[in-house]
């Protein structure tokens, strides 16, 4: 996989909270694929990283919301844990910045509490994915199409359930980021947004 991802560049959307492997893992193996991994945050500084309730370590911050330019990136990646995808579903500057990659085709990927933030964002309608189980029902709620795999991959959006799925996850985030713009990664039949 070295170098499938040689001048792509890949938006990390993070928010205080994360799961700490769900953040390091995946931006190790995109930086190894040749990707340009860039931290997108709510705040500048650091953010903290969980290992489950407890405090892990703290990822510097690259770009705040208001720096960053969705345009400038060609994929996106956006970690788990509670407290992080909580925070960003109820940013409206971290919602738009989610939508832009949807209304241009560009692959997106979400493990385990991430599809929170795509559902606040308006894009699982008519979408299959999974997510950590306890979601299910919102992703339900919100009209995606459940389903309980390691990984699933729908026209460019790749979901995976929890850290042990981070390989799959990994391996599928990666090809479809090597891919690059998928014709209609909306779901919706006019390419448009569900809000």
């Known amino acids: 996989m070295e170098n499938e991802l040689s001048g792509k560049k890949v938006a990390i959307l993070v928010a205080d909270g994360f799961e700490e492997v769900e953040l390091t893992k995946p931006r190790k193996a995109l930086d190894e694929a040749g990707?340009?991994?860039?931290?997108?945050?709510?705040?500048?500084?650091?953010?903290?990283?969980?290992?489950?309730?407890d405090k892990g370590e703290t990822v510097a911050v690259d770009?705040?919301?208001?720096?960053?330019?969705?345009?400038?990136?060609?994929?996106?990646?956006?970690?788990?844990?509670?407290?992080?995808p909580d925070s960003l579903r109820s940013t409206e500057e971290a919602l738009e910045f989610v939508r832009h990659f949807f209304r241009e085709g560009k692959p997106v990927a979400a493990i385990c509490h991430a599809p929170w933030v795509l559902i606040d964002a308006g894009v699982v309608r008519r979408r299959t994915l999974t997510s950590w189980p306890a979601i299910k029902t919102?992703?339900?709620?919100?009209?995606?199409?459940?389903?309980?795999?390691?990984?699933?991959?729908?026209?460019?959006?790749?979901?995976?359930r929890k850290p042990d799925d981070i390989p799959a996850f990994n391996e599928k985030m990666i090809e479809e980021f090597g891919e690059g713009r998928h014709s209609m990664t909306s779901g919706t039949q006019s390419g448009e947004l569900e809000t």
């Open 35 to 53: 990707a340009q991994t860039s931290v997108i945050s709510i705040k500048s500084g650091k953010i903290q990283g969980m290992n489950h309730a």
């Open 63 to 84: 770009q705040t919301l208001a720096e960053a330019n969705p345009q400038d990136f060609d994929a996106l990646m956006i970690p788990g844990g509670l407290m992080n």
């Open 138 to 160: 919102d992703v339900r709620n919100a009209g995606g199409n459940w389903v309980d795999h390691e990984v699933v991959v729908d026209n460019g959006l790749v979901t995976s």
